[in-house]
Nanobody, 127 residues
Framework: QVQVVESGGGSVQAGGSLRLSCAAS????????IAWFRQAPGKEREGVAS????????VYHASAKGRFTISQDNSKNTVYLQVNSLKPEDTAMYYC????????????????????WGQGTQVTVSS
């Protein structure tokens, strides 16, 4: 069963850091793309970063470069999103997604390419 589960969100002050986790089922965590998205209130969902756990290749949205880092732990079938220097505008629900059809080295950041989504984890940043 294809499944991803997010955790690690919370409420932090501006300037703080969080590490979000995306735990994938064993069958999912192989060569399937896994991506992080976020959706702020009243805004469209946007891709943040993606990774192919098999190759380790990563893709970042231009706005995410510098403060966001996507990484993996193969022993735990888990992908992480480290977010530093958090800003109030980072407040959003963060989602992890995957799709068994996506196995290319460079994983897309378009949400309509992914069919399996987690329930999301809320990040709230106060000023």
């Amino acid at each position: 069963q294809v499944q991803v589960v997010e955790s690690g969100g919370g409420s932090v002050q501006a300037g703080g850091s969080l590490r979000l986790s995306c735990a994938a089922s064993k069958d999912t965590y192989s060569n399937n793309c896994i991506a992080w998205f976020r959706q702020a209130p009243g805004k469209e969902r946007e891709g943040v970063a993606s990774i192919n756990p098999g190759s380790g290749s990563t893709v970042y949205h231009a706005s995410a470069k510098g403060r966001f880092t996507i990484s993996q732990d193969n022993s735990k079938n888990t992908v992480y999103l480290q977010v530093n220097s958090l800003k109030p505008e980072d407040t959003a629900m963060y989602y992890c997604a995957t799709d068994v059809r996506l196995r290319g080295r460079w994983c897309p950041l378009e949400d309509n390419r992914y069919s399996n989504w987690g329930q999301g984890t809320q990040v709230t940043v106060s000023s």
